[in-house]
């Protein structure tokens, strides 16, 4: 869950920011993928679950002026080695719920399938 990130200047070189950080614990990544909504899934609303702590997230276009983020939502979840449940909110009004999905993982989520895709294996934090 160590993020890293790219920023452009005006007049500069961009510049590619890495997160050095020591490992502080399992996390998740998701890839939300619109059927009914948009294709990108802009405005879905993910709540995960785990280990006694709950964390919510909204997946966005940009956040700032001429801005663009990576079309994934990442969550830390510290000592937690699974998600205990995971709702999805997707634009169109579809609501999921999923359960038991290990950390450490890329996770693809399909609106509408009761199914989630692991795009990357579970690796260690």
Do not use: K
């Not at 399992?26 to 294709?39: A, F, M, Q």
């Not at 001429?66 to 510290?78: E, Y």
């Amino acid at each position: 869950g160590r993020e890293d990130f790219a920023v452009s200047h005006i007049g500069a070189p961009a510049a590619l920011v890495t997160n050095a950080s020591a490992s502080s614990g399992h996390s998740v990544s998701l890839v939300c993928h619109g059927t009914e909504s948009s294709r990108d899934a802009i405005g879905t609303i993910v709540r995960v679950t785990a280990g006694g702590r709950t964390w919510e997230r909204q997946l966005t276009a940009g956040d700032g002026y001429q801005a663009s983020n990576q079309r994934s939502l990442v969550f830390g979840l510290g000592d937690a080695a699974m998600i205990d449940t995971l709702n999805v909110r997707w634009p169109a009004g579809i609501r999921q719920t999923f359960h038991n999905i290990p950390s450490g993982a890329e996770i693809l989520l399909v609106e509408g399938r009761a199914a989630l895709f692991l795009c990357a294996d579970p690796v260690a934090p």
